[in-house]
Structure formats: C-alpha cells, structure tokens
C-alpha cells in the first residue's frame, strides 16, 4: 500500500511560478511510476506529466508545453512538479498518483493523493 500526500499549491499571478511536492510512504515507492494529473472544474482530470521510477524516462501531456518539470527523489519518496509561466487555464486541482508502469491514461495508476489546488490569477 502506498500512501500520497500533494503539497505546495496556492494562488499565484500568471507568469509566476510553483513548485508542488508529494510525499510517499510504503515500502514500494521506489519501484513505482509517478504522474502528476490535473482537474479543472468541469473537465477530465488530464495527465500533467509522468515519470519511471528511475527517473530516467519522462511523459508529457499535451497541455504543459515545456513549462512544467518532473522530478523525483527515491531517497526521499518525494516527487515534485516544477510549474513555470503559469497561466490561468492551469487553474486546477492537482493530483499526485502512483501506478506499476508510465502511463498516460489515469487508469494505470492504483493510488492516489488527495490533490491540491492551484489558482493563476489573471
């Protein structure tokens, strides 16, 4: 079992810049792939972007464009989301997620955080 716990969202002005954060606890962390998904009110939630659990491979949905990063610390069990040139429409709830392969469809991914709000302002 693998617990997620998102941090670091907020209000920001467009431009600017946040750096979110999940906490993992498990044993199995290591060996699993990360993703950060997104939800703004009245869309699909949508992969952000994913990463292998070494690190070593990178996923990225349709919507970042190069302005977002992924990373993640094993030692740590933490995975973060580095958010550059924000803009309004990236108003959204932001969800961590854990699952046995990188994916880009939700379904692959078997745990879930509880996903903090990220608010651009114009």
């Known amino acids: 079992q693998v617990q997620l716990v998102e941090s670091g969202g907020g209000l920001v002005q467009a431009g600017g810049s946040l750096r979110l954060s999940c906490a993992g606890s498990g044993r199995d962390f290591s060996s699993l792939a990360m993703a950060w998904f997104r939800q703004a009110p009245g869309k699909e939630r949508e992969l952000v972007q994913a990463i292998s659990w070494s690190g070593s491979t990178t996923y990225n949905g349709d919507s970042v464009s190069g302005r977002f990063t992924i990373s993640r610390d094993n030692a740590k069990n933490t995975v973060h989301l580095q958010m550059s040139i924000l803009k309004p429409e990236d108003t959204a709830v932001y969800y961590c997620?854990?699952?046995?392969?990188?994916?880009?469809?939700?379904?692959?991914?078997?745990?879930w955080g509880q996903g903090t709000q990220v608010t651009v302002s114009s």
């Open positions: 997620a854990a699952g046995p392969n990188l994916d880009s469809d939700l379904k692959g991914y078997h745990y």
